[in-house]
C-alpha cells in the first residue's frame, strides 16, 4: 500500500472524489512502471534477436566467400534467417515503442492526478472537482485500451522498482 496522496481540511463533500483521485493515482503509478519494465523487456529482446542475426548473416556471408567450407555457410545463414524471422515476428521494436509510449502516457495521468489531489481539489467546487474526475477518469479508461497489458516479469520488476522507492520525490520524504 503507499501512502495516500488526499491532503487534511478537505470539505466533506470532496471526500470520495479524492478517494477515487487518489486510486487513479496509484494505478498509474503501478501502470507506468509496468510499461517502462515492458518497454526494456523488449528492447532487450530486440537486442537479444538482432545482433546476433546481423553478426551470423555476415559471417556467414564471409565464410561462403572464403571458399571450401563445407555446410557451415548454409547452416549459419539458416540460423541467422531463423532468428531474423523471430525477430519480424514478435516485433520487439515496435512492441518497446508502444510500451515507451504507454509508460509515459501513465506517467502524465499520475502527474495530473497528484497535481489535483495536493493543489486544485482544495480550493474547487464541489462540480468543478467532478469534472476534473471525470477527465481523469476517462484519460485513464483510454490508456487501459490502447496499452498492452505487462508480462508477469514485468510486473515484478515494476513491483521491486516502486517498493524501493523507484516512484517517489524526495520532497515527499521529508528531506
Same mark, same amino acid.
Given at each position: 500500500?503507499?501512502?495516500?496522496?488526499?491532503?487534511?481540511?478537505?470539505?466533506?463533500?470532496?471526500?470520495?472524489?479524492?478517494?477515487?483521485?487518489?486510486?487513479?493515482?496509484?494505478?498509474?503509478?503501478?501502470?507506468?512502471?509496468?510499461?517502462?519494465?515492458?518497454?526494456? &523487456?523488449?528492447?532487450?529482446?530486440?537486442?537479444?534477436? $538482432? /545482433?546476433? !542475426?546481423?553478426?551470423? =548473416? +555476415?559471417? @556467414?556471408?564471409?565464410?561462403? &566467400?572464403?571458399?571450401?567450407?563445407?555446410?557451415?555457410? $548454409? /547452416?549459419? !545463414?539458416?540460423?541467422? =534467417? +531463423?532468428? @531474423?524471422?523471430?525477430?519480424?515476428?514478435?516485433?520487439?521494436?515496435?512492441?518497446?515503442?508502444?510500451?515507451? !509510449?504507454?509508460?509515459? =502516457?501513465?506517467?502524465?495521468?499520475?502527474?495530473?492526478?497528484?497535481?489535483?489531489?495536493?493543489?486544485?481539489?482544495?480550493?474547487?467546487?464541489?462540480?468543478? =472537482?467532478?469534472?476534473?474526475?471525470?477527465?481523469?477518469?476517462?484519460?485513464?479508461?483510454?490508456?487501459?485500451?490502447?496499452?498492452?497489458?505487462?508480462?508477469?516479469?514485468?510486473?515484478?520488476?515494476?513491483?521491486?522498482?516502486?517498493?524501493?522507492?523507484?516512484?517517489?520525490?524526495?520532497?515527499?520524504?521529508?528531506?
Amino acid at each position: 500500500m503507499l501512502v495516500s496522496l488526499i491532503p487534511d481540511g478537505l470539505p466533506e463533500s470532496h471526500g470520495a472524489i479524492a478517494q477515487e483521485a487518489d486510486r487513479i493515482h496509484e494505478s498509474a503509478l503501478w501502470s507506468a512502471q509496468g510499461q517502462f519494465e515492458q518497454a526494456k &523487456l523488449w528492447r532487450l529482446i530486440n537486442l537479444m534477436l $538482432g /545482433v546476433p !542475426a546481423a553478426a551470423l =548473416a +555476415a559471417v @556467414s556471408g564471409g565464410t561462403a &566467400l572464403a571458399g571450401d567450407v563445407g555446410v557451415w555457410p $548454409g /547452416v549459419l !545463414a539458416l540460423i541467422a =534467417a +531463423a532468428l @531474423s524471422a523471430t525477430l519480424t515476428t514478435v516485433n520487439a521494436s515496435r512492441r518497446m515503442t508502444q510500451a515507451q !509510449a504507454s509508460a509515459s =502516457a501513465y506517467l502524465e495521468l499520475q502527474t495530473a492526478a497528484r497535481q489535483f489531489l495536493s493543489i486544485d481539489l482544495a480550493v474547487m467546487s464541489r462540480e468543478d =472537482a467532478r469534472d476534473t474526475l471525470r477527465t481523469l477518469t476517462g484519460t485513464r479508461d483510454d490508456l487501459n485500451k490502447t496499452s498492452d497489458p505487462p508480462g508477469r516479469l514485468a510486473y515484478k520488476l515494476s513491483r521491486r522498482t516502486i517498493t524501493r522507492g523507484g516512484q517517489s520525490y524526495s520532497v515527499d520524504e521529508g528531506v
